[in-house]
C-alpha cells in the first residue's frame, strides 16, 4: 500500500504539470505576442518610409493646384482651398513642354531599347562563360559605376565633337546607352545566371545551337529580367539632366528636365505655380509606366517559372 501510495503520488504531480491548461496557454501566447508585435513593428516602419517616400509627390500635387494667393502664404496649407489649373495652362504658355517631353520620350525609349540589345547577350557570356576576362569585365562594370560625372563629362564632351555629335540627338543617344549599359549588364548577368543550366543542356541534347538556346530557352525565362532592367534603363535616361544640360544647347532638341529649368527667373527666384503643373506633369508618366510594368514583371516571373 505504502508503495502503491508513493507511486501514485509520485506521478501525479507530472501529470498535473502536463495537462495544466494554464501553463500550456502562457507557452503559447508568449511567442504569438512576440510575432503579433514584430508584425506590427513592421507595418509601422513600412508606414513611415512609403510616408516618407510619399511626401514629395504630394507637396508637388498639392503645389500645382494652389492660385498665386496661397503659394505666397506664411502658412501652407495640404489642400488647396481654391485650386485652380491656371498653373497648368501658364506652364504650356511659357514653355514649348510637348517638345521637351517628345525628345525626352525619344531619348530614353531608343536608349533603353539599345542597352537591352547589347547587354542581353553580353550578360549572358558573363554568367555562363567564367573565365578570367569574363571576372575582369565584371569588375569593370563594378567600378564604372563608381566614376561621377564630373569625371567623364569633359572627355565625353570632346569625342562628340570629333564626332559632330554635339548639340545631337544622337550624340545624346549614345550618351544614354553607354551609362546605362554597365548597370544593365550587371543585372542581366544576375538574372541569367538563375536560369538553371539543365534547360541549356536539355536544349543542347536535342540539337539546338547556341544562338537558338538563347532565343528559345534563355530568353523567355529571362522576360521579367529585361523588362524590369528597361524599366530602370528607360527612367534613368527620363530623368537624366546633366548630360542633357551640357550636350544639347538647341532649345528645340532640349529635354524636359532641362526645359523645366527655364521656370527659375535670372535671379533665381523660381515661378513655383508652373514649375509644379510642370514638374507633376514630368513625373506622372515614369510612376504611370512603372505601374503597367510591375504588374508584368509579376505575371512574367510567375508564367517563367520551372515546373518539375
Not at 540589345?117 to 559605376?145: E, H, I, N
Not at 530568353?219 to 537624366?240: D, S
Request: net charge positive; aromatic share 10%; hydrophobic share 55%.
Amino acid at each position: 500500500m505504502n508503495g502503491s501510495e508513493s507511486s501514485s503520488t509520485g506521478h501525479t504531480p507530472t501529470a498535473r504539470r502536463c495537462t495544466d491548461p494554464t501553463r500550456t496557454r502562457r507557452r503559447g501566447a508568449a511567442p504569438t505576442t512576440r510575432r503579433t508585435a514584430t508584425r506590427a513593428g513592421q507595418y509601422t516602419a513600412l508606414l513611415a518610409y512609403l510616408a516618407f517616400l510619399a511626401f514629395p509627390f504630394l507637396w508637388l500635387l498639392s503645389t500645382a493646384f494652389k492660385p498665386p494667393r496661397e503659394l505666397g502664404s506664411l502658412h501652407p496649407t495640404w489642400i488647396p482651398e481654391a485650386p485652380t489649373l491656371e498653373n497648368f495652362r501658364q506652364a504650356f504658355a511659357e514653355q514649348s513642354l510637348w517638345a521637351a517631353a517628345g525628345n525626352s520620350l525619344l531619348a530614353a525609349t531608343v536608349s533603353a531599347l539599345l542597352a537591352i540589345a547589347l547587354a542581353t547577350p553580353m550578360a549572358y557570356v558573363l554568367a555562363r562563360f567564367r573565365t578570367r576576362l569574363a571576372r575582369a569585365a565584371t569588375g569593370w562594370v563594378v567600378l564604372s559605376q563608381a566614376f561621377p560625372l564630373v569625371l567623364v563629362i569633359i572627355p565625353l564632351f570632346l569625342i562628340l565633337k570629333g564626332l559632330h555629335l554635339v548639340d545631337s540627338r544622337t550624340g545624346l543617344i549614345l550618351v544614354y546607352v553607354v551609362w546605362s549599359l554597365p548597370f544593365a549588364l550587371w543585372m542581366l548577368t544576375g538574372y541569367v545566371r538563375a536560369v538553371p543550366v539543365e534547360l541549356e543542356e536539355a536544349a543542347a541534347v536535342d540539337g539546338a545551337g547556341r544562338l537558338r538556346t538563347l532565343l528559345s530557352v534563355t530568353a523567355p525565362l529571362l522576360a521579367p529580367g529585361i523588362v524590369a532592367t528597361a524599366l530602370f534603363a528607360f527612367l534613368t535616361a527620363w530623368n537624366e539632366f546633366f548630360f542633357a544640360l551640357v550636350l544639347l544647347k538647341s532649345p528645340g532638341k532640349q529635354t524636359l528636365p532641362v526645359v523645366l529649368t527655364h521656370f527659375l527667373g535670372t535671379e533665381g527666384v523660381a515661378d513655383l505655380g508652373p514649375l509644379a503643373a510642370a514638374a507633376l506633369l514630368a513625373t506622372l508618366p515614369s510612376l504611370l509606366l512603372f505601374a503597367v510594368i510591375q504588374r508584368r514583371i509579376t505575371d512574367g516571373m510567375l508564367a517563367g517559372a520551372v515546373k518539375n
